[in-house]
C-alpha cells in the first residue's frame, strides 16, 4: 500500500518525453483496501468501465433467458465495441428479437472504430447507424429490461427512468455506498455517469469478483456476466484492443473493461479482488498500460504479453522504433 | 511571474472530470522572463512546434527566390497540415519546380487529418502518398535548401547532414544556448528533435519575434517567416484548426504553431515575447486552451474568440453540451 501515483512515462530516445498520472485501487468486497496510489477517495466518473454493473440489472431481469441470448449479448452489453461487422449484426439481430429497432437506441451515431469499418462503410455508399455506436450493445441490454419488465422503452437514458434508477440500485449494493446520492454527468451516449469515489468503485468491482455477500440474483447474474466476458471476449471491444485481448487470455482470472477518460476497471475472481484506474488526463494509452501493471503486480499478467503490454513500443511514421510507454520507476516500473 | 503549473480543467456535469498539467513560458530575446508557470527549465522535445525556426534556414538559403517560391510555401515549411487537396497539390507542384518527386521525401505517409479527405480518396480508389504527410511541407524546405546549395538531397533527414547541423546552428543563434550539445529523439517525420529546455525554446520564439539582436540574414528571414504565417494560415494546418484560425485572426501580432505530444510556441512580435507550452501528458485539447490562454492573458487573444478557444464545449455523440474545458482557476481561469 502506498500513497505515490500512478505514473507512466514516454520515452522518444533519451528523453522522457511526456507523462501521465492517475490513481488506482485494489480492493476486496468488504471494502479492505490492498493496494492504493494517489487519493482514491478522489471522485471519478466512471464511464464504460463499469459497463459490467450496468448489465447486472439486464442479467437479473430474466430478458436473457426470455429472449433466448447467449454470451455474445451479454457480452455486449458490457462492451464499447469496435463497430466491426459482428458487433453490429448481432446487434441488430438482438434488437429484432426484442421486437425493436435501431430507431429505438438512444444513443447515437458515430464513426466506427477502425479506420479499415470506415473504407469498407464508404465503399458500400453506406453511412453508420446506430448499431455502430460502441455502447449499442448495452443500449440494447437496457432496452431488453425495459421490454421485459414492462416498462416505456422511450426515455429509458433518462436520470429517473426506472431502467437508470435501478442501475444506481445495483450500484449501491455493490459499492458499499449510496449511489443515488452520487451527483451525476452526462455519459457520451446520453445515460448518466455517477460521480463515484475510486476506492468505491474498484470495491463495486471486488463484489462482482467475489460476490459471495451479495443476494443470490447480485451473485448468480455477477458469475454470468464474468464468464460471458471471458467467452466472448471480442464482443467486449475488437480487433487489437486491450479488453479483448486480456479477457480471451485469462479466462476466470480476470474480466477488464475500458472507459473513457482514462478510467479502467477488472474483476478478479481468484484473487477476490476488484481493480479501479484513474489517469487524471484522460489518456486511454496509459490507462493500458497502468492496468497491465497491476495485473503484472498482483501475478496474474501473462508471461508472454508482458513486454508489449507493460512497455509498448512509440514506433515514427516509417516504422522506426524511436521510444517506449512505460510505468515510471517511482511507480512500479 | 509564477511556479504554479499550468492546469486545464475538463468538467462533466459538475464533476471535473479530467485535468492537464504542464509548464509554459514567457520570455523576451535577451532571455528576460516575462511569465512563467512551472519548471521552465525543465528539458522538452519541441517536435514540430519550432517548425518555423526549422524553416529559417531554407529561407536564408535563397532557395525562395531561385525557385519563384512565395508566402504558400514558407508557410508550409512552417506547417503541420492536414493533408487537404491544396496541401497536397502545393507540395507537389514545388517539388517538380525543384526537380525532385515525392519519392524524394524521406517523411513517411499517414493517413490525412480529416475525415472527408480520408473517404474521398476511398472513393476515388486512390491512397495517400508522402505529400500528405503533416510534415511534408517542411520536408520540402529541407529538399529546396540542399538543392539550392549543392548538398546531397540523400539522408536529409539523418542528423550529421548539412540540412539538420544548419538546424542546429540556428536553434544555436537564437535559443541562446549550443544546440549542438543537446541531446535529442527521433521525430515522428524521422528527422532529430532536440531536447530543448522550455526557457531556451520560449527565447528563440523570442528571438523570431524581436530579432533586432540578430545578424541580419536570420533577422530578415525571420520578418518573411512571420508574414508567411500569417498571409497563409490555411496552409500552417487546415480547416478548422487552431493555428489557422489564430495566424488568420492576428496578423502582424501573433503567429504560433502546435507539435505533437502538447506542445506549443508562439510569437508577439508586437510586445517582442516569445512563448512555449508543454502538456506533460502530450494532450493537443489542452495545449490549445493553454496557448489561448496565455494570448489573452497577455491581451492578443481577439475578444470574439474569447469564450470558444478558452472555454470549448464538451459534447456528446448526439450533439448535447455536457462539459467544458478551461483553465483551472489556480493557473489563470
Redesign the interface.
Known amino acids: 500500500m502506498s500513497g505515490l501515483p500512478v505514473v507512466i512515462e ?6 522522457v ?5 492517475g490513481i488506482a485501487a485494489v480492493v476486496r468486497s468488504d471494502g479492505t483496501v490492498v493496494d492504493s496510489w494517489g487519493d482514491i477517495d478522489a ?3 466512471p464511464r464504460s468501465a463499469n459497463k459490467p454493473i450496468q448489465a447486472m440489472a439486464f442479467v437479473e431481469s430474466g430478458a436473457v433467458e426470455r429472449f433466448g441470448l447467449g454470451n455474445e449479448h451479454i457480452s455486449l452489453a458490457c462492451a464499447s465495441h469496435s463497430g466491426e461487422k459482428r458487433h453490429v449484426e448481432t446487434v441488430r439481430a438482438w434488437l429484432k428479437t426484442i421486437g425493436l429497432g435501431e430507431d429505438d437506441l438512444e ?5 466506427p472504430r477502425l ?1 479499415s469499418t ?2 469498407e462503410l ?2 458500400e455508399g453506406r453511412t453508420p447507424t446506430p448499431a455502430f ?1 460502441n455502447c449499442s450493445g448495452k443500449h440494447s441490454g437496457f432496452l431488453s429490461t425495459a421490454v421485459q419488465l414492462g416498462e416505456p422503452t422511450r426515455g429509458y437514458i433518462r436520470y429517473d427512468h426506472p431502467v437508470q434508477r435501478r442501475l444506481r440500485d445495483v450500484m449501491t449494493d455493490l459499492c458499499g455506498a449510496d449511489a443515488h446520492a452520487f ?8 445515460i448518466p ?1 455517477l ?1 463515484t469515489p475510486l476506492r468505491s468503485l474498484a470495491r463495486a468491482m471486488a463484489s462482482m469478483a467475489d460476490p459471495s455477500h451479495l443476494a443470490s440474483r447480485h451473485a448468480d447474474a455477477a458469475a454470468r456476466i464474468r464468464a460471458a466476458m471471458n467467452a466472448e471476449p471480442f464482443m467486449m471491444a475488437g480487433t487489437g484492443r486491450f479488453c479483448t485481448r486480456i479477457n480471451a487470455a485469462l479466462p476466470g482470472i480476470a474480466q477488464v473493461k475500458t472507459g473513457a ?2 478510467v479502467f476497471c477488472g474483476m478478479l475472481p481468484t484473487l477476490g479482488l476488484g481493480v479501479a484506474i484513474k489517469m ?4 486511454a494509452r ?1 490507462a493500458e498500460i497502468a492496468m497491465a501493471t497491476v495485473l503484472s503486480h498482483l501475478g496474474v499478467l501473462p508471461p508472454d504479453q508482458r513486454d508489449e503490454l507493460l512497455h509498448p513500443p512509440v514506433r ?5 522504433l ?2 517506449e510507454m512505460r510505468p515510471a520507476r517511482t511507480w512500479l516500473g
Open positions: 514516454v520515452t522518444r530516445g533519451p528523453v518525453e511526456s507523462r501521465h498520472e471522485v471519478v466518473l444513443c447515437g451515431t458515430h464513426a479506420q470506415i473504407e464508404v465503399r455506436n451527483p451525476y454527468g452526462t455519459d457520451g451516449c446520453g455517469t460521480a477518460e482514462g487524471w488526463d484522460g489518456a496509459a515514427n511514421v516509417v516504422g522506426l524511436v521510444g
